[in-house]
């Protein structure tokens, strides 16, 4: 996880690199930071279809 964040520090606009952080969160039940990672990869890419799947799924099992 810590070289995607590596990798966002130097490149902000690293969509790739967001999304991939977003796994590893979720993977470690970091729901709220994936959710984040996921909708920031929508902010720079707004078609991206995997990260939109995420966010649904997450948003069905962390409370509001």
Do not use: C, W
């Not at 130097?10 to 690199?17: H, V, W």
């Not at 996921?38 to 409370?63: A, Y």
């Amino acid at each position: 996880m810590a070289d995607y964040t590596k990798a966002i520090e130097f490149k902000p606009d690293n969509a790739s690199a967001y999304y991939n952080r977003g796994i590893a969160k979720k993977t470690k039940k970091d729901y709220e930071g994936a959710l984040a990672d996921f909708k920031k990869v929508l902010e720079l890419q707004p078609g991206d279809s995997r990260s939109k799947t995420n966010i649904e799924e997450l948003e069905r099992i962390t409370p509001h």
